[in-house]
């Protein structure tokens, strides 16, 4: 039966380290808070006005490319994760098609839009194309720019210590080997929380959210609102609400339990169990959601792997960087059953279990 596996995988992080003590000379935070909290010490951010999300998207898929042993032009379709678009639209998707230099039109493109369960998503899609035959090299990309849409003030802090910026990708093809590629991918929605984790406003709602942070679905409205003033108002700009908002400790509950159950869903299928895990890459959200996932799950500390520390949460890039640092660190090697596990905004969830 025709499988898909990853044939290639590349990397990119922008070269500026920004430190907590750096965020710590703008907003009320401290190194020591961050780190406790969430394991981060420092992050990446993107050149102003020479990267976007496309551009560091590209760098990640070039190398991809090379190592799967294609070019651009062999690529027939193309998944792009990201929550940080460069524009409203048209998506990434196109756009790193251009950067790639991809001329030819015998080829898709799709933007997917699931925030930290992005790569896995897009993953999910790569596997169901080159598995019914359709495409023969699906490039799968993860990339985030953050730092241009967070909030520097004190006010943003919860968020804004979080995040950071870079890009992963990997290339998805057909094999017959029976002992590698894509074991399977599960995946999850719940959208009865989606403000807990959320960047609603400019939207079509066409108003403004009620409530700072942990806000539930309330819009206010300027009572003179007009059409053309729908996407964003003076208002919105004052108070501030042209950012992301998060109820971290609702995340926090929520991830710990759906984390376990979603890797033990794949492990399950696959008639696997969690000690045959030789590698676990969850998304880097928090170093203490992945501390308490891999007690959990009763992993040893060589068979999961974090960067948090160093990049931060690199949302739809998150998993694809850490499997590349991973695999070039020589910590995942042909034959070993590697598990990618993803929470976040939506709700939505998911894993993929796979045979390197
Ligand atoms: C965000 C997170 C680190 C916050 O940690 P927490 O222990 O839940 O902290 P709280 O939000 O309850 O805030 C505790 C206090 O710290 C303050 N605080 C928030 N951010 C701060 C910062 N960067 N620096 C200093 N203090 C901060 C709060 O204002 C609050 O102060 P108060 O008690 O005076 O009101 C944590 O909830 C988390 O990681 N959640 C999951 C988020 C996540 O994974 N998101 C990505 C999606 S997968």
């Not at 998503?121 to 080159?130: K, M, N, R």
């Amino acid at each position: 039966m025709l499988k898909s596996k990853i044939a290639g995988i590349g990397h990119y992080v922008p070269e500026t380290i920004t430190t907590n003590d750096d965020l710590a000379k703008v907003m009320e935070t401290s190194d020591q808070w961050i780190q406790e909290r969430t394991g981060i010490q420092e992050r990446r951010y993107a050149k102003k006005h020479e990267e976007t999300t496309a551009t560091m998207g590209t760098k990640a898929a070039r190398i991809a490319i090379e190592r799967a042993g294609i070019t651009p032009e062999d690529v027939d379709f193309i998944v792009f994760a990201t929550l940080s678009p460069d524009y409203y639209f048209p998506g990434c998707g196109v756009l790193l098609q251009r950067e790639l230099g991809i001329t030819k039109t015998e080829i898709g493109a799709v933007d997917i839009r699931n925030q930290c369960s992005g790569f896995i998503y897009g993953l999910s899609i790569a596997d169901q194309f080159v598995k019914s035959g359709m495409y023969k090299n699906v490039l799968v990309v993860g990339s985030e720019m953050h730092s241009m849409g967070l909030d520097y003030s004190t006010r943003g802090r919860n968020v804004t210590v979080i995040f950071g910026d870079g890009a992963g990708a990997v290339v998805v093809q057909p094999t017959e080997d029976a002992n590698s590629g894509i074991l399977n991918t599960k995946l999850h929605s719940d959208g009865t929380y989606a403000e807990k984790l959320a960047f609603v406003s400019p939207g079509s709602h066409g108003g403004y959210h009620t409530k700072k942070q942990g806000y539930d679905t309330e819009y206010g409205f300027d009572e003179n609102i007009e059409y053309g003033e729908i996407f964003v108002t003076q208002k919105m700009v004052d108070e501030g609400q042209l950012y992301p908002q998060m109820e971290g400790q609702f995340v926090f509950k929520l991830a710990v339990t759906k984390f376990p159950e979603v890797i033990n869903e794949g492990l399950t299928d696959a008639g696997l169990k969690a000690s045959d895990i030789d590698m676990l890459i969850p998304h880097q959200a928090n170093l203490r959601i992945s501390q308490f996932v891999q007690k959990r799950m009763g992993l040893r500390d060589d068979q999961v792997y974090n960067n948090i520390m160093k990049y931060g949460n690199t949302t739809a890039a998150s998993i694809p960087i850490a499997l590349c640092e991973a695999w070039e660190a020589g910590k995942i090697k042909e034959g070993d059953l590697v598990c990618l596990a993803a929470f976040g905004s939506g709700f939505t969830w998911g894993s993929a279990l796979l045979r390197w």
